[in-house]
């Protein structure tokens, strides 16, 4: 009985200094939590890699530290997805009352409030979540949105660039890019 013990011991201690070699690498390098790392990152990444990485960014983001408040965040993007705006509003000021720090709730709300054609309070809301989260590119994009809702591709432009220089690999933003170029750059001779 001892004997199977100590072989015991022996084969778990031996997996547990084996495992570490067999993670992939990046579950090593990289923490999902340091965010100026993971915008770094961002920056220079192919494509596939930017898409992981974007994962990473939105789930740290849409954490807001407490299980109350998210639970607000989820019934509010809940709303969104079935179409129930006034719903989804309605969770969605509770959660930027009770945590008016958190960007990402300021951010979901502005999406609810374009929705419902309320543009007014998604601009301010938008302008909040950036106070906050300056390096959000999904609530720049929305920025540049809302711009060329009013008809104003310079400054949609302007956003769209700002966005691009964070994630350049956002599909939704270059190809807002490439639509606007021509008006706002002009025409190649």
């Given at each position: 009985?001892?004997?199977?013990?100590?072989?015991?011991?022996a084969?778990?201690?031996?997996?547990l200094?084996?495992?570490?070699?067999f993670?992939?690498f990046?579950v090593?390098a990289?923490?999902?939590?340091?965010?100026?790392?993971?915008?770094?990152?961002?920056?220079s990444?192919?494509?596939?890699e930017?898409?992981?990485l974007?994962?990473?960014?939105?789930?740290?983001w849409?954490?807001?530290?407490?299980a109350?408040?998210?639970?607000?965040?989820?019934?509010?993007?809940?709303g969104?997805?079935?179409g129930?705006?006034?719903?989804?509003?309605?969770?969605l000021?509770?959660?930027?009352?009770?945590?008016?720090?958190?960007?990402?709730?300021?951010?979901?709300?502005?999406?609810?409030y374009?929705?419902?054609?309320?543009?007014?309070?998604?601009?301010?809301?938008l302008?909040?979540?950036?106070?906050?989260?300056?390096?959000?590119?999904?609530?720049?994009y929305?920025l540049?949105?809302?711009?060329?809702?009013?008809?104003?591709?310079?400054a949609?432009?302007?956003?769209?660039?700002?966005?691009?220089?964070?994630?350049?690999?956002?599909?939704?933003?270059?190809?807002?890019?490439?639509?606007?170029?021509?008006?706002?750059?002009?025409k190649?001779?």
């Amino acid at each position: 009985m001892i004997t199977n013990t100590l072989n015991l011991k022996a084969i778990v201690a031996a997996t547990l200094l084996s495992v570490p070699f067999f993670l992939p690498f990046s579950v090593n390098a990289q923490d999902s939590t340091d965010e100026p790392a993971l915008l770094s990152a961002l920056v220079s990444a192919e494509s596939g890699e930017a898409l992981k990485l974007d994962r990473q960014l939105q789930a740290l983001w849409s954490k807001s530290g407490s299980a109350a408040m998210d639970v607000l965040l989820k019934r509010g993007l809940d709303g969104i997805e079935r179409g129930d705006l006034d719903e989804a509003i309605e969770h969605l000021t509770a959660l930027t009352d009770h945590a008016p720090e958190f960007a990402h709730g300021w951010f979901q709300r502005a999406r609810a409030y374009f929705l419902v054609g309320r543009f007014g309070p998604a601009v301010a809301d938008l302008e909040r979540a950036l106070y906050l989260n300056p390096n959000d590119y999904n609530a720049i994009y929305a920025l540049g949105n809302v711009f060329e809702h009013f008809r104003d591709p310079d400054a949609a432009y302007q956003a769209y660039l700002r966005a691009q220089a964070i994630h350049p690999h956002h599909e939704d933003v270059s190809t807002a890019l490439n639509r606007l170029r021509r008006s706002v750059v002009g025409k190649e001779l």
